[in-house]
């Protein structure tokens, strides 16, 4: 199982632009850390994801720093060429939620998340203070 320790590790600070196509993921105790490694394993083109703790920003956790938390596996005839994310909860474990900010031409990606307080929602964060809506 991988923790928020452990994707704080190896996050690199938010310091410009979002990388194009990246996408903000707020989670909110250690038993979602695995789906950082879940939402990148499982598109090539998916290079980096934001992550906030709450509303705490961790950084930026790309995708060739969390090689580090794939088992290595021998490779035989007849084995496949899949890579296994150590994953404590099969993947349809997680429902996420996106979230976007009401801003036009707002430059932040979709936020995931799967848990939704409406009379608190989470803040954009770009436009601090600004509410993220549900994407219809």
């Given at each position: 199982?991988?923790?928020?320790?452990?994707?704080?590790?190896?996050?690199?600070p938010?310091?410009?632009?979002?990388?194009?196509?990246?996408?903000?993921m707020?989670?909110?105790?250690?038993?979602?850390?695995?789906?950082?490694?879940?939402?990148?394993?499982?598109?090539?083109s998916?290079?980096?994801?934001?992550?906030?703790l709450?509303s705490?920003?961790?950084?930026?956790?790309?995708?060739?720093?969390?090689?580090?938390?794939?088992?290595?596996?021998?490779?035989?005839l007849?084995d496949?060429a899949?890579?296994?994310p150590?994953?404590?909860a099969?993947?349809?474990?997680?429902?996420?939620?996106?979230l976007?900010?009401?801003?036009?031409?707002?430059a932040e990606?979709?936020?995931?998340?799967?848990?939704?307080?409406e009379?608190?929602?989470?803040?954009?964060?770009?436009h601090?203070?600004?509410?993220?809506?549900?994407?219809?």
């Amino acid at each position: 199982m991988v923790t928020i320790d452990d994707l704080r590790s190896v996050a690199r600070p938010v310091d410009g632009p979002p990388p194009d196509g990246s996408v903000t993921m707020v989670l909110h105790d250690d038993s979602e850390a695995d789906a950082v490694l879940l939402y990148l394993a499982a598109d090539r083109s998916r290079q980096a994801v934001r992550v906030l703790l709450r509303s705490e920003d961790i950084g930026y956790v790309r995708r060739d720093s969390v090689y580090e938390f794939f088992p290595e596996l021998s490779k035989r005839l007849g084995d496949t060429a899949r890579v296994h994310p150590p994953l404590d909860a099969p993947p349809s474990a997680y429902r996420w939620m996106e979230l976007r900010c009401p801003e036009p031409e707002c430059a932040e990606g979709p936020v995931l998340t799967m848990h939704l307080n409406e009379d608190d929602p989470p803040r954009c964060p770009r436009h601090t203070g600004q509410p993220l809506r549900l994407e219809p």
